[in-house]
């Protein structure tokens, strides 16, 4: 790739930067906690996964849940739908505002739905929603995507939407589910892929972003390609592989309604948001050049021809 992995992005480079070149970890500021490959397999290392949600990229501005908020079943978990059977019991690992964790238990009309998410914050709005519905047959619980506070064998359907690429150790959370579900019962698992990304016209302010993402994504040890490697962590957590049903889909933006909330969100994101604070924190970007990023999705947005894919890796297996 042309931009080094360390470059402090302090204004608009000239030099094109290749956004689709999946980096290697760089430097982490001292105060995060680096969660390697090397450590897990390092029985004399103790590193305390319950903490990593503090890093958490996004956080959870406003900007963030209003991305988050427009989540449905439909939209997020069409892959899952076919095998749900009105009685199951559901758990909604990583469940965010819970837009689509209530419309899973409004569809779950005899059973009923558990989410869970790390940020109480997160989860008061998610409450909030169910309640607005008047949907009953859901609760929402403080829990950690390592250890989840169910028995085994649990739940006939354990979902995450958008969770593995934030957690250092996605085999450990894959492990996890698999835990909790019943024997026979399917995890299910939808992740972005950063890299694969696409979108017109071109900008080099969101080829910057796109860099600027996986090297702050990395610095805290994510991966922002989880969706490519979904089908990879789900079978090296030890499902049966011949249950894994890999697959993927697409969210697409060219509306003008469309391009105006993902644009603006963005753009809202590049200055306001955690990963505002990661970028800085780590030293890879000023508040001069996330601004130049923000203004480049603000043009994206206004562009009558602009199209914008995120490309998802989905997988169903069965525990
Ligand atoms: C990108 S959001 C997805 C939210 C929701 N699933 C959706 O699609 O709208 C990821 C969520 O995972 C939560 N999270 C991050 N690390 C976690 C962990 N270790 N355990 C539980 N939740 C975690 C965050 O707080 C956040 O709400």
Redesign the pocket.
């Given at each position: 790739m042309t931009g080094s992995a360390n470059e402090h992005h302090t204004a608009r480079s000239d030099t094109p930067l290749s956004g689709t070149d999946p980096i290697d970890a760089v430097d982490a500021p001292s105060s995060v906690s680096r969660l390697t490959g090397q450590d897990r397999n390092d029985p004399g290392a103790v590193k305390d996964l319950t903490k990593?949600?503090e890093s958490?990229t996004?956080g959870h501005h406003e900007s963030v849940l209003r991305s988050?908020r427009r989540?449905t079943a439909a939209n997020?978990a069409a892959f899952l739908l076919p095998h749900l059977l009105s009685d199951m019991t559901l758990l909604d690992?990583?469940?965010?505002?819970g837009?689509?964790t209530v419309d899973l238990a409004e569809r779950l009309t005899q059973g009923s739905v558990v989410g869970?998410?790390?940020?109480d914050e997160?989860l008061e709005s998610a409450r909030g929603l169910a309640d607005a519905h008047g949907t009953k047959n859901i609760s929402f619980e403080h829990?950690?995507?390592?250890q989840l506070p169910f028995e085994d064998d649990s739940f006939d359907v354990v979902f995450a939407?958008?969770?593995l690429q934030?957690?250092s150790d996605p085999v450990a959370a894959l492990r996890e589910m698999k835990r909790v579900a019943r024997p026979g019962g399917f995890v299910a698992v939808r992740d972005a892929d950063y890299a694969a990304m696409a979108w017109y016209p071109e900008s080099a302010e969101l080829t910057e972003w796109n860099m600027l993402y996986h090297e702050v994504t990395h610095a805290y040890g994510f991966q922002p390609d989880a969706g490519r490697r979904l089908a990879s962590w789900v079978r090296d957590a030890g499902f049966d592989p011949d249950t894994i049903e890999p697959g993927a889909s697409v969210w697409c933006y060219a509306t003008p309604d469309d391009r105006s909330w993902w644009g603006g969100l963005w753009a809202e994101r590049c200055t306001e948001s955690n990963f505002a604070v990661q970028a800085k924190d780590s030293a890879l970007a000023d508040d001069v050049a996330l601004e130049q990023l923000a203004q480049g999705w603000r043009e994206w947005a206004a562009a009558p021809d602009g199209w914008f894919a995120v490309l998802n890796g989905e997988v169903l297996a069965r525990a």
């Open positions: 990593e949600s958490y996004h988050h989540r997020s690992v990583g469940c965010g505002p837009t689509v869970v998410d790390a940020s997160v829990a950690n995507a390592y939407h958008q969770l934030h957690l």
